[in-house]
């Protein structure tokens, strides 16, 4: 279906052209082959028969196309990467991130792919971004699509916590683009060479592109199939956005989560590629996928995916689309508009029914057919193809950014703790979580943990750890599930075996038989008043929870809802033993230890109330009502000095501020941001946007300078690097700090 595009009802495309010119290849009759008045040629655009024989497909693949609305992709997509590289790329913030000299751990998908120095860093950049505006504007047309190419794939290889689906999406386009005659209509090389302007591409050209498109959506629709997200346990609390506030008029948020999100996302994304292929379904399948993509653009912060995609739907129309669309523009304007003249024809499409013989057909056409099978098998393979990489295999399969798994899971972690011990010495200690990292990603990835580790193992010899072993302990929760143990914590994961096409070893599974628990978690979630939290713990048998109970939360018990634990008071030196339903306090201030000693995984539950948070809102909702007072005459009595501060009044010399006062300053600060954020019109939140993407775009353009001044001429003096930093960081006098009259500064 995918190979001769969407289907049309109109006539055939050789017709649309009147006064064509013949190619300069044998004469052929002007009927072309396969558009014949079937019901198969009426729905699919092609005659089945087009698919029975080699030569037959690869005369298909080759029928002449409109070249428009390739070329109208490529211009958005160009201007869609030339936006994202300052911004998801990162070059508004690559000195964050490769500064030279920084003592970082980083996770490449090949091993000896490194970064290059911070200079030579916003050089590739620099190549990258001209390389999408090439791209866009069609100017030096393939230099631009590998200028852009190269760079992209590096660093999308160079940083695996930065892998997603939509940023390998773009790798993807970016490629077929560069093979791709995507510059023979509204092109800047269309003006320099009147052979190759506005004239017809072959039909792989579009069906590469679709085909793409509609693995997309129909592979994320059918991993979209899983249980969980058919439960609505995916994006549980996405529901609650304001986007979906119309739904909620008429559905509770429970079953606008089932229905909408996870019901309405499921039928979409399963059923848009075909949608948009037929030409009666095309108008509502554009609609909806309109829809979906703008509410995408705010429910998440993924870009310019959304944008991509709707370029990406005006591919699945009539190729002529634009060229149609610039005939109803004036006509002083068409001056500057891409040719509304029919495509003339070009030596790389077939023609008539002289060059049908399998002798009509050369070399590069039938490697150009074989190619667009062969791409779009091996993109319906590599989703499913986790059984070959299983060493990237979590409790979800594969790396994350090729399977089109798109928000399927949702994760939470609850606890992380890295503890090593020098293997010389003996000594114990423990680091921060994330220590000489600058992602998260790592925590759910056994490749990425492995490759953590042994970054780790090179650098704590520096601080006088050595021959360091490191074990992680590492608890997460998976769409609602109970926390728990990721990887064994018992194993050093310095030494411990990893291959990217063998199962890990030392990955604990994840508990699916207590998965059908989440909905009485949720049922005991409910229960609880506002000022009490619940963690829902389960654990292994043979290992144990080692756990500190802060001063803060001076209500903390633990409950036992499956299995056996015996509890361990460290200080006390005492040991309870708790099975099902039953529970105790725990101590505040002090560690305790949780032992799985029943032959089943335990299950079992945190109640803490934060006493320390719960008094100072009380106290914090006391000033509030003396304000209230003070302001509406109800209070009589003078404010003590260190008080006067809440009336706006500077503090009396002398007298020192009251930290419960600067608090309660701070958050009513905050609570008037939001406010004004809230009660802000269109217009301000437009210059609002735009302002910030200003600065962000600025500050790109002016580290981009001066790297390249730093590789022409050297770099400057310190004193002079670090004004010219400051000068691109500045965001403006708006955006400077305001400390407000008589706020002490802490």
Same mark, same amino acid.
């Given at each position: 279906?995918?190979?001769?595009?969407?289907?049309?009802?109109?006539?055939?495309?050789?017709?649309?052209?009147?006064?064509?010119?013949? &190619?300069?290849?044998?004469?052929?009759?002007?009927?072309?082959?396969?558009?014949?008045?079937?019901?198969?040629?009426?729905?699919?655009?092609?005659?089945?028969?087009?698919?029975?024989?080699?030569?037959?497909?690869?005369? @298909?693949?080759?029928?002449?196309?409109? &070249?428009?609305?390739?070329?109208?992709?490529?211009?958005?997509?160009?201007?869609?990467?030339?936006?994202?590289?300052?911004?998801?790329?990162?070059?508004?913030?690559?000195?964050?991130?490769?500064?030279?000299?920084?003592?970082?751990?980083?996770? #490449?998908?090949? &091993?000896?792919?490194?970064?290059?120095?911070?200079?030579?860093?916003?050089?590739?950049?620099?190549?990258?971004?001209?390389?999408?505006?090439?791209?866009?504007?069609?100017?030096?047309?393939? @230099?631009?699509?590998?200028?852009?190419?190269?760079?992209?794939?590096?660093?999308?290889?160079?940083?695996?916590?930065?892998? !997603?689906?939509?940023?390998?999406?773009?790798?993807?386009?970016?490629?077929?683009?560069?093979?791709?005659?995507?510059?023979?209509?509204?092109?800047?090389?269309?003006?320099?060479?009147?052979?190759?302007?506005?004239?017809?591409?072959?039909?792989?050209?579009?069906?590469?592109?679709?085909?793409?498109?509609?693995?997309?959506?129909?592979?994320?629709?059918?991993?979209?199939?899983?249980?969980?997200?058919?439960?609505?346990? %995916?994006?549980?609390?996405?529901?609650?956005?304001?986007?979906?506030?119309?739904?909620?008029?008429?559905?509770?948020?429970?079953?606008?989560?089932?229905?909408?999100?996870?019901?309405?996302?499921?039928?979409?994304?399963?059923?848009?590629?075909f949608l948009l292929f037929f030409d009666a379904t095309r108008p509502f399948a554009l609609f909806f996928v309109t829809y979906f993509h703008c509410m995408n653009s705010q429910l998440f912060s993924i870009g310019m995916f959304p944008y991509t995609m709707l370029a990406s739907s005006g591919l699945f129309c009539h190729p002529s689309w634009p060229r149609r669309l610039c005939a109803r523009c004036p006509p002083w304007l068409r001056g500057v508009l891409p040719s509304t003249q029919p495509p003339r024809p070009?030596?790389?499409?077939?023609?008539?029914?002289?060059?049908?013989?399998?002798?009509?057909?050369?070399?590069?056409?039938?490697?150009?057919?074989?190619?667009?099978?062969?791409?779009? $098998?091996?993109?319906?393979?590599? #989703?499913?193809?986790?059984?070959?990489?299983?060493?990237?295999?979590?409790?979800?399969?594969?790396?994350? /950014?090729?399977?089109?798994?798109?928000?399927?899971?949702?994760?939470?972690?609850?606890?992380?703790?890295?503890?090593?011990?020098?293997?010389?010495?003996?000594?114990?200690?423990?680091?921060?979580?994330?220590?000489?990292?600058?992602?998260?990603?790592?925590?759910?990835?056994?490749?990425?943990?492995?490759?953590?580790?042994?970054?780790?193992?090179?650098?704590?010899?520096?601080?006088?750890?050595?021959? #360091?072993? $490191?074990?992680?302990?590492?608890?997460?929760?998976?769409?609602?599930?109970?926390?728990?143990?990721?990887?064994?914590?018992?194993?050093?994961?310095?030494?411990?075996?990893?291959?990217?096409?063998?199962?890990?070893?030392?990955?604990?599974?994840?508990?699916?038989?207590?998965?059908?628990?989440?909905?009485?978690?949720?049922?005991?979630?409910?229960?609880?008043?506002?000022?009490?939290?619940?963690?829902?713990?389960?654990?292994?048998?043979?290992?144990?929870?080692?756990?500190?109970?802060?001063?803060?939360?001076?209500?903390?018990?633990?409950?036992?809802?499956?299995?056996?634990?015996?509890?361990? @008071?460290?200080?006390?030196?005492?040991?309870?033993?708790?099975?099902?339903?039953?529970?105790?306090?725990?101590?505040?201030?002090?560690?305790?230890?949780?032992?799985?000693?029943?032959?089943?995984?335990?299950?079992?539950?945190? @109640?803490?109330? !934060?006493?320390?948070?719960?008094?100072?809102?009380?106290?914090?909702?006391?000033?509030?009502?003396?304000?209230?007072?003070?302001?509406?005459?109800?209070?009589?009595?003078?404010?003590?000095?260190?008080?006067?501060?809440?009336?706006?009044?500077?503090?009396?010399?002398?007298?020192?501020?009251?930290?419960?006062?600067?608090?309660?300053?701070?958050?009513?600060?905050?609570?008037?941001?939001?406010?004004?954020?809230?009660?802000?019109?269109?217009?301000?939140?437009?210059?609002?946007?735009?302002?910030?993407?200003?600065?962000?775009?600025?500050?790109?353009?002016?580290?981009?300078?001066? %790297?390249?001044?730093?590789?022409?001429?050297?770099?400057? &003096?310190?004193?002079?690097?670090?004004?010219?930093?400051?000068?691109?960081?500045?965001?403006?006098?708006?955006?400077?700090?305001?400390?407000?009259? /008589?706020?002490?500064?802490?």
């Amino acid at each position: 279906m995918a190979a001769a595009g969407p289907a049309r009802r109109r006539r055939p495309e050789r017709e649309e052209a009147p006064g064509e010119q013949r &190619p300069p290849c044998p004469a052929a009759p002007a009927k072309v082959p396969g558009t014949g008045t079937g019901l198969a040629q009426r729905l699919l655009g092609f005659e089945l028969r087009d698919l029975t024989r080699w030569h037959r497909f690869v005369r @298909l693949l080759h029928r002449p196309t409109d &070249p428009a609305a390739l070329g109208a992709f490529r211009a958005a997509f160009g201007l869609l990467m030339a936006l994202d590289v300052p911004q998801e790329r990162g070059l508004g913030h690559l000195d964050h991130r490769f500064l030279d000299g920084l003592e970082v751990c980083r996770f #490449p998908l090949l &091993p000896f792919l490194q970064p290059l120095p911070l200079d030579w860093m916003y050089l590739l950049y620099a190549v990258m971004f001209l390389g999408a505006l090439g791209v866009m504007a069609g100017c030096c047309y393939r @230099l631009s699509c590998a200028a852009f190419l190269g760079p992209y794939w590096y660093l999308l290889l160079l940083d695996k916590t930065t892998w !997603n689906n939509h940023s390998y999406l773009y790798g993807l386009l970016a490629f077929q683009l560069a093979l791709l005659g995507a510059d023979r209509y509204g092109s800047v090389d269309g003006l320099f060479r009147p052979q190759k302007r506005n004239t017809h591409v072959p039909l792989w050209n579009y069906t590469l592109l679709r085909a793409q498109i509609f693995i997309v959506y129909f592979i994320a629709g059918l991993k979209k199939l899983d249980a969980d997200w058919v439960g609505g346990y %995916s994006m549980g609390s996405l529901g609650r956005h304001w986007l979906f506030a119309p739904f909620r008029l008429v559905l509770s948020e429970e079953m606008t989560s089932l229905l909408v999100v996870h019901g309405g996302g499921l039928v979409l994304d399963l059923s848009a590629g075909f949608l948009l292929f037929f030409d009666a379904t095309r108008p509502f399948a554009l609609f909806f996928v309109t829809y979906f993509h703008c509410m995408n653009s705010q429910l998440f912060s993924i870009g310019m995916f959304p944008y991509t995609m709707l370029a990406s739907s005006g591919l699945f129309c009539h190729p002529s689309w634009p060229r149609r669309l610039c005939a109803r523009c004036p006509p002083w304007l068409r001056g500057v508009l891409p040719s509304t003249q029919p495509p003339r024809p070009s030596p790389d499409c077939h023609y008539g029914e002289q060059g049908a013989r399998r002798g009509g057909l050369r070399l590069r056409q039938h490697l150009a057919a074989a190619f667009t099978l062969l791409y779009v $098998l091996e993109q319906l393979f590599l #989703p499913y193809s986790h059984f070959i990489t299983q060493g990237y295999n979590n409790w979800t399969n594969g790396l994350y /950014g090729y399977s089109w798994d798109m928000m399927v899971h949702s994760r939470f972690h609850q606890h992380v703790k890295i503890t090593y011990r020098d293997g010389l010495t003996g000594e114990v200690g423990y680091l921060k979580p994330g220590v000489f990292t600058q992602s998260r990603r790592w925590k759910d990835h056994a490749d990425m943990l492995k490759q953590y580790s042994a970054c780790l193992s090179r650098l704590l010899p520096r601080y006088n750890v050595s021959q #360091p072993q $490191l074990y992680f302990d590492v608890w997460v929760s998976i769409n609602d599930r109970f926390q728990q143990r990721l990887v064994d914590p018992r194993v050093d994961l310095v030494r411990a075996p990893w291959s990217p096409w063998a199962p890990t070893p030392w990955l604990l599974p994840l508990l699916l038989e207590l998965s059908p628990w989440r909905q009485r978690l949720q049922e005991l979630e409910n229960q609880l008043d506002g000022h009490t939290d619940a963690v829902f713990i389960a654990d292994f048998p043979g290992l144990h929870l080692e756990n500190f109970v802060s001063e803060d939360l001076g209500n903390t018990s633990l409950r036992v809802l499956r299995g056996r634990v015996l509890v361990e @008071l460290v200080e006390q030196q005492r040991n309870h033993s708790l099975g099902e339903g039953e529970g105790m306090q725990l101590p505040p201030g002090q560690y305790h230890k949780v032992h799985t000693v029943s032959a089943e995984p335990s299950c079992y539950m945190y @109640l803490y109330v !934060n006493t320390t948070a719960l008094a100072l809102e009380r106290n914090l909702t006391r000033l509030q009502e003396l304000r209230d007072r003070v302001r509406n005459g109800t209070e009589t009595e003078p404010l003590p000095p260190e008080l006067r501060p809440i009336l706006g009044e500077p503090i009396p010399a002398g007298t020192p501020a009251d930290p419960l006062v600067t608090t309660f300053l701070r958050r009513q600060r905050r609570l008037e941001e939001q406010q004004r954020r809230h009660e802000a019109g269109l217009a301000q939140r437009l210059h609002h946007f735009l302002l910030k993407k200003f600065y962000l775009f600025r500050r790109s353009a002016l580290m981009t300078l001066i %790297s390249l001044r730093n590789l022409a001429l050297g770099r400057p &003096p310190l004193q002079q690097l670090a004004q010219e930093v400051a000068f691109a960081n500045w965001r403006g006098e708006e955006e400077e700090p305001r400390p407000e009259q /008589g706020t002490p500064e802490l």
